[in-house]
């Protein structure tokens, strides 16, 4: 039983707007919320017994609100089912490999869901926007994907791809919350103010990627992520309405007893342990 949901993305003539609905309140979001991250779950335990492989792939504009995202749709599932990967900055030694190479060794296993945080696109962003690649690399690398994830999909991989967009002065609020708050500061990285500087070089480095990479056997899906909880919502409901999963036959769990034969006082074999000082 597929989820079935309004919110699917994937029709040409689909709104990228959000009609001027009004902000969500957080009792509505966190109901809504836990309804869909209780079908993650019916998933998850598809995903298991079926030995699904699933890549979801997670672009989009600095402060589109991509960590929050993956945190609602992962917090509630295991995370040996659903791996986030997030690789950082490459090494030398990665440097002088096939490019997609290091991306390779995480890719799902049976009954996996692997879900990247940044993935080879960045040969398509923030490299070739920022000059950490030649033109000519990021030409053969919007030439050669298609056929990547060709062999991806045919090999019986599910490849699902987002891309995040959040408007301008959106992105400008978030990133002045950032240099504000202490709490957020570590959410600064050293691409983050370069990118408010060249939108437009980000702007065009996505048309051509969505250009050459948006196929039918591995599509793009948009998602406007200017209200944070909406957007939440969409992508989750989107992300199920695409697999389609069935519940599992029920099962009732037995909570055993304990077994007393060998029991002893366990709280006095640790009454003199070092306990933290409970100050709340």
Known sequence: MGHESSAQASAPDASPRDGGKPKLKRKDYEKALRKLQTELCVLQDWVKRTGQRIIVVFEGRDAA??????RALTERVSPRTFRLIALPAPSDREKSQMYVQR??????????IVIFDRSWYNRAGVEYVMGFCTKEQHKRFLQNCPEFEKHITDNGIRLIKYWLEVSNDQQKERFEARVED??????????????RERWYDYSRARD????????????????????????????????????PYEASPGKKVKLPSRDKSRAYDDDAAIKGR?????EF
């Open 208 to 243: 051509k990627m969505l250009e050459a990479t948006d196929t039918d056997f591995a599509p793009w899906y948009l998602l406007r992520s200017d209200d944070k909880r909406r957007a939440r919502l969409n992508l989750i409901s989107h992300f199920l309405s695409l697999i």
């Open 182 to 195: 202490p709490m957020r500061q570590w959410k600064l990285s050293a691409m983050d103010l370069p990118s």
């Open 65 to 70: 609100g991509k960590g929050g995202t993956i």
């Open 274 to 278: 070092r306990w933290i000082k409970e």
């Open 103 to 112: 991306y390779l060794a995480h890719f799902p296993a049976a009954g996996e």
